[in-house]
T-cell receptor
Framework: GAVVSQHPSWVICKSGTSVKIECRSLDFQATTMFWYRQFPKQSLMLMATSNEGSKATYEQGVEKDKFLINHASLTLSTLTVTSAHPEDSSFYIC????????????FGPGTRLTVT | GENVEQHPSTLSVQEGDSAVIKCTYSDSASNYFPWYKQELGKRPQLIIDIRSNVGEKKDQRIAVTLNKTAKHFSLHITETQPEDSAVYFCARAKGFQKLVFGTGTRLLVSP
């Protein structure tokens, strides 16, 4: 089946620094990818929709200048958390829609971000 | 219209019992309803899904029912096993668009 990878799987950074998370579709092309954030013991909340070749669409309440999304190719979307703070510590998961015939999503393994 | 309510938040059963988790939604345009199992620190894993043109779907010990009129759908797990213990999320979507997740149910199956 199709595979979505994320890198890094976990990262620890100091407050005020920026962190980049990569999401790759390994054996298929994805013009759209989704970025979710999951705090401990909570549900997955959609942050933004990443669109290849155009600007990302952010959900209400998500700061687009803080969470920069770049979908530069059909297999790669990146999420950069700028000026990270401890409250940004979370589990970040990306997903890509299945090809035609299904409405499901392929999820990446997630990235655990800890900001100290 | 966005949210999906999910109940119960926690569910403890004995091995071999059945478990039922229910979700309600309000967006009548939703046409895809997946259920995910998530273990600690892992990605959500699709266990079963249903489209709006179907009322019930079954896969071995797992079944999902959908009531479009009442806007609710349920996950049924029969003959539960300890390895079924995890957090389960329902979700809804319109076609290929974004998934909106329920609040999650922590299922604990005791041997």
């Amino acid at each position: 089946g199709a595979v979505v990878s994320q890198h890094p799987s976990w990262v620890i950074c100091k407050s005020g620094t920026s962190v980049k998370i990569e999401c790759r579709s390994l054996d298929f092309q994805a013009t759209t990818m989704f970025w979710y954030r999951q705090f401990p013991k909570q549900s997955l909340m959609l942050m933004a929709t990443s669109n290849e070749g155009s600007k990302a669409t952010y959900e209400q309440g998500v700061e687009k200048d803080k969470f920069l999304i770049n979908h530069a190719s059909l297999t790669l979307s990146t999420l950069t958390v700028t000026s990270a703070h401890p409250e940004d510590s979370s589990f970040y998961i990306c997903s890509a829609p299945q090809a035609s015939g299904g409405a499901g999503q392929y999820f990446g393994p997630g990235t655990r971000l800890t900001v100290t | 219209g966005e949210n999906v309510e999910q109940h119960p938040s926690t569910l403890s059963v004995q091995e071999g019992d059945s478990a039922v988790i229910k979700c309600t939604y309000s967006d009548s345009a939703s046409n895809y309803f997946p259920w995910y199992k998530q273990e600690l620190g892992k990605r959500p894993q699709l266990i079963i899904d249903i489209r709006s043109n179907v009322g019930e779907k079954k896969d071995q010990r797992i079944a999902v029912t959908l009531n479009k009129t009442a806007k609710h759908f349920s996950l049924h797990i029969t003959e539960t096993q300890p390895e079924d213990s995890a957090v389960y999320f329902c979700a809804r979507a319109k076609g290929f668009q974004k998934l909106v997740f329920g609040t999650g149910t922590r299922l604990l199956v005791s041997p």
